[in-house]
C-alpha cells in the first residue's frame, strides 16, 4: 500500500520529519533487513523509543498506525524519507569542476621552441591609433570602462609598480595563493611567464604538471610604457573560479610582488628558496590580515 505522507495525520507527519532530522539508522535503512513488514516495523519503533526525545508525546498514534498496518508505517517513512533528501534548484547552478580533470592539450614541438618568443600584444585588444594622443588618465578611464559587465578583470598599473613585479619575479616565478572555500582554503599555484602570469588549482598541477589547465591569465601590456601606464587584463574560467575569486587573486599577486611588505617577501623567499620552512598556514595567515585590513 502506498500512501503520500501529507494524507497523515498532522502529529505523525511532525514527528517523522523529526526522526528523520535525527538520521536514524534504522529509518534509513530498514529495507536492508529481511523481515516481515510488522517485524521491521517493530524494530523501527523499539528504536524510536531509545533515541528520539519526541516518541511519548505521540507513541498512541504511532503505535495505533503501526499495529493497524505495518506496510503503511513503513510506506509513510519511506516517504518522508525521500522529501527530506536535499534537492538542487536549477536556479542555484553547480560550479562544474570535471573538465579539470583533464589535461590541456600538448604543445607541439614548433610550439614549444617559439613558447619564449609568445607575448600578448595590447593591439588585439584595442586600436591604439585611438589612445596614443590620450593622457593617461584617460586611457586608464577608457580600459577599464571597456571590461566593466566582461567577465574579466581589468586594472591599470603605474610603472614603477610593474617594474618591481617583474623583478620580484625573476627571482621567483613561482608561488601559490590562497583562496577561501566554503569548508577551507584552496590552494591556486601562479607561474610568470613573458608578460603573463598563468594560474592553476594546485591540485591539478600536482597531476598535469605543465598541462594544467588554467583557471586564469592575467597579461600585462607594456605598450604605453612611456605614458606611465602598464594595463592589466584577467580572463578566467566561471566554471573553476568566480570573478570575485579572480581579483582576489590578482590582489594578491600585487601585493605579494609589488608592494613593500617584509612578511610577504619573507614567503616568497622560503617557498622558493627554504620550501622545508614554508607553511601553508602562514599565507593563510597574511590573506586573513588582508580581510580584516591588516
Known amino acids: 500500500m502506498q500512501m503520500a505522507i501529507q494524507q497523515g495525520t498532522g502529529p505523525l507527519k511532525s514527528l517523522l520529519r523529526v526522526i528523520l532530522c535525527n538520521q536514524l539508522p534504522a529509518v534509513a535503512n530498514f529495507r536492508s533487513f529481511r523481515m516481515t513488514a510488522r517485524q521491521r516495523s517493530e524494530k523501527v519503533l523499539e528504536q524510536l523509543k ?7 508525546k505521540y507513541a498512541s498514534k504511532i503505535a495505533a498506525v503501526q499495529q ?6 513503513l510506506a509513510r517513512l519511506e516517504n518522508v524519507e525521500k522529501k527530506a533528501k536535499p534537492k538542487f534548484s536549477a536556479a542555484e547552478p553547480t560550479r562544474d569542476y570535471s573538465e579539470l580533470l583533464n589535461p590541456k592539450a600538448p604543445l607541439n614541438a614548433k610550439d614549444s621552441q617559439q613558447t619564449g618568443a609568445i607575448q600578448k600584444k595590447l593591439s588585439d585588444i584595442m586600436k591604439m591609433e585611438l589612445v596614443q ?7 586608464k578611464e577608457i580600459w577599464l570602462k571597456y571590461h566593466a559587465g566582461k567577465e574579466v ?7 614603477e609598480q610593474y617594474d618591481i613585479m617583474m623583478e620580484r619575479a625573476k627571482k621567483y616565478p613561482i608561488f601559490i595563493l590562497p583562496i577561501p572555500r566554503s569548508q577551507g582554503y584552496e590552494f591556486i599555484m601562479l607561474q610568470f611567464f613573458a608578460n603573463t602570469v598563468h594560474f592553476t588549482p594546485l591540485i591539478n598541477y600536482q597531476v598535469h604538471k605543465e598541462n594544467a589547465p588554467e583557471c586564469l591569465n592575467v597579461a600585462m601590456y607594456t605598450e604605453l ?5 602598464i594595463l592589466m587584463r584577467g580572463e578566467y574560467d566561471s566554471k573553476v573560479i568566480s570573478g570575485q575569486e579572480a581579483q582576489c587573486l590578482a590582489n594578491q599577486l600585487q601585493l605579494y610582488y609589488s608592494q613593500q611588505s617584509k612578511s610577504k617577501l619573507a614567503q616568497l623567499e622560503r617557498f622558493t628558496n627554504e620550501p622545508e620552512k614554508f607553511k601553508h598556514m602562514d599565507i593563510i595567515e597574511e590573506l586573513n590580515n588582508l580581510k580584516m585590513g591588516g
Open 50 to 56: 531509545e533515541s528520539n526525545p519526541y516518541f511519548d
Open 68 to 73: 493497524s498496518s505495518p506496510e503503511e508505517f
Open 133 to 139: 594622443e590620450r593622457s593617461a588618465d584617460e586611457i
Open 153 to 159: 578583470i581589468s586594472a591599470a598599473i603605474p610603472v
Open 225 to 229: 610604457r612611456d605614458k606611465g601606464l
